[in-house]
């Protein structure tokens, strides 16, 4: 990444699973060239797929600022729903087959380190610490030779709802019809009731805005008004482009680009319903929803993501199920820098690139406001197994800086 970009405001693109789950990638086409010199890792993508380098450097633990202070075993959880999603495949299948940048190895040399950690005992830092330090390699990632990128944040958005249309509950949340072509009905015929009267109401919410948060965030948790909840997730979208609404309200001079979250939208769209209101039927884009049962969220990788443990990366480079160690910092908001650990599980429609990130920072409220106002600059470092680390770096993953 040459240079940090103004933070991309998620509203408007259509899912942050959708993009590696159900969209095709044209850098996943494309053949990568990998060369090794002095112990770096570079690989080079052809001039239409992207970035252009992707290089990675093996560095010793000391490098990883905040290491030694990081409720480590706290990232132990998550790395165990990762094992259990690849660990039932044969020892040579890849770790992650979408990743094209490099070879992160095969399910077995990951397979004695998911049965090790099985044995951490659970809150014991220390356990834990010296299990990645035994058993991994820290990586530094650069993009262009820059170690620096973005990380924004993400959270499962709650909202109220029903079963069935009364009173308040006047928003539907659709299923995904089943004859979807390409001329499906864009977000402003499918709030004109294009769909309606077919069967394909999901649930009914009491809070439109809600309901548009809840296509950015791709799943959530509705309050069911009658007792209970249901966790919602991901069906498909409409193929219709997205416009972003936040670029819209920088483009207009509504909302100065340096104060642009996704609480700074929705703040302005509660202050000015019918204006919003307008503003989103200006995305084309769609998003349909199914029921999930069981833990959730899920990410892309298919495991429950784990509130501050789980991360969206962009699956062309890293690999689903490293762990990742994040040290990043504020640039607007007045809230604490980021040095933990962290487990990649997810994908995002805006997460692109090899040094972007997107933290999860769980469910609800607190989590939503947290994850509105993260526009951080940063770095991070993938956590290799030592067999996969020495076939990258040969001679020098044994000996890092």
Known sequence: MRAIPDRPIQTGFSSRRAAAEHQPRASRASHAAA?????????????????????????????????????ISAAVPGFLKSCARFSTRANLAPLDAAAVSVDFGRVGDWRALCEAAQA?????????RE??????????????GN???????????????????????QTPLYRKPPDLGPDAPTRAEIEDGTLAGRGLELLWV????????????????????GGGAV??????QNGRPYVPVGRLLIERGVIPRDKLTMAAIRSWMKQN???????RRENPSYVFFREIKGDGPIGAEGAALSAERSMAVDRAFVALGIPVWL???????????????????????????????????????AAGNRAGVMNASGKYYLLLPRAVARRLAPGRAARPD
């Open 147 to 169: 170690p620096e990128g973005l990380f924004t944040g993400y959270y499962e958005i709650e909202l109220n709802g029903a079963r069935q249309r009364h009173g308040r509950f």
């Open 35 to 71: 060369a090794v010199l002095l112990g770096i890792v570079a690989i080079a993508f052809e001039h239409d797929s992207g970035p252009k380098r992707f290089s990675l450097e093996p560095v010793g633990f000391d490098r990883l600022s905040g290491w030694t202070r990081d409720h």
């Open 327 to 365: 040290e990043a910092d504020e640039r607007f908001a007045a809230a604490d820098g980021v040095r933990r650990l962290m487990v990649a599980q997810d994908t995002g429609g805006a997460i692109k690139g090899p040094v972007r990130g997107d933290v999860f920072w769980g469910t609800g409220e």
């Open 120 to 128: 951490i005992p659970a809150g014991d830092d220390a356990a834990a």
């Open 273 to 279: 319903p019918e204006a919003g209101a307008a503003l």
């Open 131 to 144: 299990f990645f330090e035994t058993g991994f390699i820290p990586f530094a990632v650069a993009d262009y």
């Open 231 to 236: 966790r919602v997730g991901y069906d498909g």
């Open 206 to 225: 009491d809070d439109p805005i809600d309901a548009f948060f809840l296509q950015i965030q791709g799943s959530g948790r509705v309050r069911l008004n």
